[in-house]
């Protein structure tokens, strides 16, 4: 019997506690990265909206429109229209995400060549999750950055 050792209820226990403490002091720092990543993603996706409205102009030679659906609100559903047919719809935002664009702009259009319609100015969508901030610019050219300003 002597032969067959294990832990004793006080090692597992402090074991426990360890593991415990670690956590406490570990968890923090993690949430912060999981609301980076929650923001990265969001901005992405407002980024692939915008760059498929785009090649969609220049693809057809017409012009495209992109539409918050929701009050100008750019956390909800986006849709995406050429000559009035709907080329693609995107989902809202995951929830606790704002995002606001110069003047309030509720539509985005881009024409034939794939420059900037309308609004006729750059346009900067400022995206805010909890602490994370991002920018997402629209130049006039149809150029669209992240985390730049048109030049």
């Known amino acids: 019997m002597r032969a067959l050792r294990g832990f004793t209820l006080i090692e597992l226990m402090v074991a426990i506690a ?13 949430s912060g990265t999981f609301e980076r990543s929650r923001a990265d993603a969001d901005i992405s996706d407002l980024l692939r909206a915008m760059n498929l409205a785009r090649i969609e102009a220049i693809n057809h030679s017409e012009e495209v429109t992109v539409t918050a659906l929701s009050n100008n609100d750019w956390t909800k559903s986006l849709l995406i229209e050429r000559n009035g047919q709907v080329v693609r719809r995107y989902a809202g ?17 881009f024409d034939g060549l794939g420059g900037l319609k309308a609004p006729a100015t ?7 999750r909890g602490d994370t901030v991002k920018g997402l610019v629209v130049c006039p050219t149809g150029r669209i950055l992240t985390g730049a300003s048109c030049l």
């Not at 704002?98 to 509720?106: A, E």
């Not at 750059?122 to 805010?128: I, K, N, S």
């Open 18 to 30: 360890v593991l415990a403490i670690v956590t406490a002091i570990g968890l923090p720092a993690f």
């Open 93 to 109: 935002l995951i929830a606790g995400a704002t995002v606001t664009s110069t003047g309030g702009v509720g539509s985005v259009v």
């Open 122 to 128: 750059a346009l900067v969508f400022r995206y805010r």
